[in-house]
């Protein structure tokens, strides 16, 4: 059996870290670099899994993590909630050159700060309801956390903006936290706004987004956790935790076609607010009273999309007070029971020494 398939090995491991779990992974293809968000310490390695440096002292939580190649830097989600700020870190990948590197260091780390994220998380929303006590927030918003590029919503070409996606508090008791928020970005002159990190965060960044968007999925728990655009099929996918609320199924993984062109509506539970609400993507399973689609299929600590129908999924485990990512090379095979199959168990159940030609052409 073949070591690697397209140059990438069946799995890899981040080492153990004394720190958060695992938020998010990132891979640069080009140079063969792995980058793991680790709470509060961000990791790099190698494609073996060599340590090759960290950035250190982030404050506050730092989410899901995604590398634009055009540019050759990482932007990760950032949140400070105590301070109500909610940034994007930019980081000079190629300044990571050794262990405990800094991230006050603005030549290593710089911060977006995200206004419509904080005005969501801050404003409107009903303080009690049912005699619990819930934030003050639209949309049930908590904060940021999945990240990644890909076109506008609607196209598959164009320029590659950045998308945010919102933590969503999941309160079973409210009605208005029953979508998905998703923000675009045209970073293309976002230097301007770029500032070192610090301890008060700085309040610099874009006034107003490209694009504000809603994918209504039914209640999720802390809303999107890793984002992911797919070039290759043409497709975006949500990992999320399973929400609570019995009316909807709860699913772990939703997916959206990129093609598909968002609608100006009224959207459900916000008292006939009208939005750009994004459709779910005709595939996976399907849940006949609430019309939502998705899978069971866990993509909440990274989901990192290689090309040729191949991903990373990223797994969590702890020793003690250490944590560790494990990811396992896998093959997106579109099934709604087992969307994503390892590259090693299909090998082993078929004498072709690569999977199924079909699962790795572009859609």
């Known amino acids: 059996m073949d070591a690697t398939l397209l140059g990438y090995p069946p799995a890899l491991n981040s080492g153990l870290w004394q720190t958060g779990h695992v938020q998010g992974i990132a891979v640069d293809r080009e140079r063969g670099r792995v980058y793991y968000s680790f709470t509060t310490v961000l990791v790099k390695t190698d494609l073996s899994g060599a340590l090759l440096g960290t950035v250190t002292g982030i404050p506050g939580h730092m989410g899901d993590v995604t590398f634009n190649p055009e540019n ?53 929303g009903e303080r009690a309801r049912g005699g619990i006590e819930l934030p003050a927030s639209r949309y049930g918003c908590s904060g940021i956390d999945g990240i990644t590029f890909g076109p506008r919503f609607g196209q598959t ?37 770029q500032r070192p990190l610090t301890q008060a965060p700085d309040r610099s960044g874009p006034p107003q987004v490209t694009g504000k968007y809603f994918l209504f999925t039914g209640n999720t728990r802390f809303g999107v ?91 969590s485990s702890q020793a003690g007070a250490l944590h560790t990512s494990h990811s396992t090379l896998c093959v997106w095979t579109g099934d709604p029971r087992a969307p994503f199959r390892p590259v090693q168990e299909i090998r082993g159940r078929a004498p072709a020494r690569r999977p199924p030609r079909r699962l790795l052409q572009p859609v």
């Open 225 to 315: 956790q890793n984002l992911e655009y797919d070039s290759c099929l043409r497709r975006w996918f949500l990992g999320v935790y399973a929400g609570a609320k019995a009316r909807f199924p709860n699913f772990t993984l939703f997916a959206v076609d990129a093609k598909s062109r968002p609608r100006r509506t009224r959207l459900s539970g916000l008292g006939g607010e009208r939005g750009l609400l994004l459709a779910l993507a005709d595939d996976g399973l399907v849940d006949p009273a609430t019309g939502v689609r998705g899978w069971y299929q866990s993509a909440d600590v990274g989901l990192e999309a290689l090309g040729n129908g191949l991903f990373y999924l990223s797994r």
């Open 72 to 124: 050759r830097r990482l932007y990760a989600s950032l949140e400070d909630k105590a301070a109500g700020a909610f940034s994007v870190a930019v980081v000079e990948v190629d300044a990571i050159i050794g262990v405990g590197m800094r991230a006050e260091d603005a030549t290593v780390l710089t911060t977006v700060h995200l206004a419509e994220v904080a005005r969501d998380y801050t404003g409107g």
């Open 157 to 193: 070409t164009g320029p590659q903006l950045l998308t945010v996606a919102y933590g969503v508090h999941s309160g079973v008791q409210r009605s208005d936290n029953d979508h998905q928020v998703l923000l675009q970005y045209d970073i293309r002159n976002w230097a301007r706004y």
